[in-house]
């Protein structure tokens, strides 16, 4: 058996997950499961995955690592069939996949450089990511993230510049900016560049770099680089996905976020005016505690109201050690319904935003046989399947509600 992993999380998890399938090619007969700590289910998933590969692999080896490994060692190395846990920073070092190397549980030290190990290889996948960023300075009462990732840490932006042109050589036409906390990239750096800064010197210094998307950012701190790059830079998709975590000001004050509805309103206001049809998403709890259900309708009110078609929905999940865990809890059950009802709209604003691009011509990244996704990240099946892996012109021929039905043009 070639060495298997696994990965929960996000997009700088799966990113790592790359990182280490380099690192730890021929390292024979192991499972490496890379977890996330964001949420309870997410740390439920990965420990039930492991209990299922320690029954059905018994040879194998275990490896254990990421935010949730990083946070809390020695509960993940008790587990059946795990040999080693590491943490973050260890997990991408070459000499942790020595033959031999390490005891069952490394020293877990959280990181304080960034050296990302080039990846030109991504298993699976038609867009390629590039970490710039690891680490948050900020506290949210509802996050354990800095505990697993440490303080806020930027990659030198000619570093990244090698990287994505690594990629596109390697034949990526999109490449994803990703982080912890990307729009809190540069003030460690010489400079300080911005985000903004950063992917403009990536699109002048890579021509031949087709598409350039962001992962998630804090609308908060949205640059003056980066709005004019929306406004005017085409290679910048028109998409962006926002932290927002709820549309209620005193949540997010509970919250301990930066900004309040105002603030996010008026960002995705300002995109949809600098870029017109762009595509908002958003990251949003449900049920975070001292929610009441007057303080539900008004996150209910603002999502409906702001139209965002990709939205990113969480029931409220308790972090051991968080200030929100200490809080007035909401009932599961609630918590559940209020999930519900937030994905239900935005699943209307979904139909409404792909209803809108039957006729049209998109920019389509071919992915996998006949399904891909536009510029706008809108997934789309297409009724002849093209090549992996090309930006395609497409015509939109009708919409299911979830998923654009297209043809090539």
């Not at 998933?45 to 299922?52: D, L, V």
């Not at 994803?176 to 729009?183: A, E, N, Q």
């Not at 008026?266 to 001292?290: K, M, Q, Y």
């Amino acid at each position: 058996m070639t060495t298997e992993i696994l990965t929960f999380g996000c997009r700088l998890n799966a990113y790592e997950s790359e990182v280490m399938r380099e690192l730890s090619a021929g390292v024979p007969d192991t499972v490496i499961v890379n977890t996330c700590a964001v949420t309870a289910e997410a740390e439920r998933q990965a420990r039930q995955t492991i209990r299922r590969i320690a029954r059905e692999q018994p040879g194998a080896s275990i490896v254990v690592t990421g935010c949730a490994a990083q946070i809390d060692p020695s509960s993940w190395a008790a587990l059946p069939g795990v040999t080693r846990v590491l943490g973050n920073e260890d997990k991408l070092k070459p000499e942790s996949w020595a033959t031999g190397a390490g005891s069952a549980v490394s020293d877990i030290m959280v990181a304080r450089e960034t050296a990302p190990h080039m990846v030109t290889e991504f298993a699976g996948r038609a867009r390629a990511f590039v970490q710039v960023q690891q680490g948050c300075d900020h506290r949210c009462t509802f996050c354990v993230i800095p505990f697993g990732r440490g303080p806020n840490r930027s990659v030198p932006i000619g570093v990244a510049v090698t990287q994505v042109r690594a990629l596109v050589e390697a034949g990526f036409r999109e490449i994803v900016l990703t982080g912890v906390d990307i729009t809190s990239y540069g003030p460690d750096l010489p400079g300080s560049p911005t985000l903004g800064q950063l992917a403009r010197r990536l699109l002048a210094l890579v021509p031949e770099l087709p598409r350039l998307r962001l992962s998630s950012i804090d609308p908060a701190a949205i640059d003056d680089d980066l709005w004019r790059l929306i406004a005017e830079e085409p290679r910048l998709m028109p998409h962006l996905h926002l932290s927002l975590q709820a549309g209620s000001d005193l949540i997010l004050k509970r919250m301990k976020r930066r900004h309040q509805t105002g603030d996010a309103m008026a960002v995705i206001e300002r995109a949809r005016s600098l870029r017109p049809g762009i595509a908002i998403g958003a990251d949003l709890i449900a049920g975070f505690p001292t929610e009441t259900d007057a303080l539900f309708e008004e996150t209910l009110g603002f999502v409906e109201a702001a139209d965002m078609p990709f939205l990113h929905v969480f029931p409220y999940s308790e972090r051991p050690g968080t200030p929100a865990a200490r809080m007035p809890a909401v009932a599961k059950p609630m918590r559940k319904e209020r999930a519900a009802r937030l994905r239900l709209a935005g699943a209307r604003a979904a139909d409404r935003f792909l209803a809108g691009h039957i006729g049209r011509d998109i920019a389509l990244l071919t992915e996998s046989g006949d399904t891909g996704h536009s510029e706008h990240f809108a997934p789309v099946r297409l009724a002849v399947p093209a090549s992996a892996g090309q930006v395609m012109a497409a015509r939109v021929t009708g919409s299911t509600g979830s998923i654009l039905l297209a043809e090539a043009a």
